[in-house]
């Protein structure tokens, strides 16, 4: 069983409409969780973290929190075809020695 | 704020033939890590180092590939010898220790190794 699964995609929407990236994890023992968008041929960016149950917004991005069910989503509201790259989720243990697992990534495709 | 530093870009090298990726890390960042990242995946950690020393190695493939970070900034990765399923970005990441880490890693443009 992976640790972190996510659907690869692509997932495809209209500019304008909401984009929902969900992911699952399987160690009970993770305490923080995070979104890295990566455009095609360059390196994962930080966008959004999470650490409690229930939502975090920061602009167009809300962050969404479910320990009990083990996901976590990103909700990209307003989408742009700039938004279109692979959305990885990753998620770890509290404590600088635990290291971040990340999950495939969904691709997302903003089309005008 | 200078942003995490990797050479070569892009190599291309035969089976069996050897290469090296270097990292410099963020300044102050004590905290350094190599990714593996096939086309089409998520990036798998392939080694950590805290300053100078080993965290976690569990994923590396000790018979081929070697990591250091002798003097606790920068590092290089190698690998001896190639096989084509090596061919992938190697991606540097640095983070912050301590009470304000949030976890976030800094990655580098990566490394994009071709082997033919």
């Known amino acids: 069983q992976k640790e972190v699964e996510q659907n690869s995609g692509p997932l495809s929407v209209p500019e304008g409409a909401i984009a929902s990236l969900n992911c699952t994890y399987s160690?009970?023992?993770?305490?923080?969780f995070f979104w890295y968008r990566q455009y095609s041929g360059k390196s994962p960016e930080l966008i959004m973290f999470?650490?409690?149950?229930g939502d975090k917004e920061d602009g167009r991005f809300t962050a969404q929190l479910n320990k009990a069910s083990q996901y976590v989503s990103l909700l990209i509201r307003d989408s742009q075809p700039s938004d279109s790259a692979t959305y990885l989720c990753?998620?770890?243990?509290?404590?600088?020695?635990?290291?971040?697992?990340f999950g495939r990534g969904t691709s997302l495709i903003v089309h005008p | 704020e200078a942003g995490v530093a990797q050479s070569p870009r892009y190599k291309i090298i035969e089976k069996r033939q050897s290469v090296a990726f270097w990292c410099n890390p963020i300044?102050?960042?004590?905290?350094l890590y190599w990714y593996q990242q096939i086309l089409g995946q998520g990036p798998k950690l392939l080694i950590q180092?805290?300053?100078?020393?080993?965290?976690?190695d569990s994923q590396l493939p000790k018979d081929r590939f070697s990591a250091e970070r002798l003097k606790g900034v920068d590092s290089t990765l190698k690998i001896q010898p190639a096989k084509l399923e090596d061919s992938a970005v190697y991606l540097c990441?640095?983070?912050?220790?301590?009470?304000?880490?949030?976890?976030?890693?800094?990655f580098g443009e990566g490394s994009r190794l071709t082997v033919l």
């Open positions: 990753a998620v770890k243990r509290s404590g600088g020695s635990y290291i971040p697992t």
């Open positions: 160690d009970r023992g993770s305490q923080s």
């Open positions: 999470i650490y409690s149950n």
């Open positions: 990441a640095s983070s912050l220790v301590g009470g304000l880490n949030t976890g976030e890693l800094f």
């Open positions: 300044s102050g960042h004590a905290t």
């Open positions: 180092f805290q300053n100078n020393g080993v965290v976690d």
